[in-house]
Nanobody, 121 residues
Framework: QVQLVESGGGLVQPGGSLRLSCAAS????????MAWYRQAPGLQRELVAA???????NYVTSVKGRFTISRDNAKNTVYLQMNSLKPEDTAVYYC???????????????WGQGTQVTVSS
């Protein structure tokens, strides 16, 4: 059994910063990709940033230069540092991991429960 637990969401004023964390736990052999998605009301869930176990990262255009994704592979944890936040960043942020569990041969996808980020004055 694998769990992803997110933390760090909240209310912040425009221009402020937040740091999200997502820790994976359970019967994990390796984690290929860890990523952050977000979903605003009435919109589809979108990829915000992703990081591979090889160190590659990618970002949606709207957050480039403002958000930074990083991983602590020893802790099976991914972070999202969000700076210069804008009201349009308001959404529920979800953590996703593509990982290989112990005793399995193919990777599976796991999601966290989501954490609310609200940017408002």
């Amino acid at each position: 059994q694998v769990q992803l637990v997110e933390s760090g969401g909240g209310l912040v004023q425009p221009g402020g910063s937040l740091r999200l964390s997502c820790a994976a736990s359970g019967s994990i052999f390796s984690i290929n990709i860890m990523a952050w998605y977000r979903q605003a009301p009435g919109l589809q869930r979108e990829l915000v940033a992703a990081a591979t176990n090889g160190g590659s990262t990618n970002y949606v255009t709207s957050v480039k230069g403002r958000f930074t994704i990083s991983r602590d592979n020893a802790k099976n944890t991914v972070y999202l540092q969000m700076n210069s936040l804008k009201p349009e960043d308001t959404a529920v942020y979800y953590c996703k991991a593509v990982l290989l569990s112990l005793g399995t041969k193919s990777p599976n996808v796991y999601w966290g429960q989501g954490t609310q980020v609200t940017v408002s004055s």
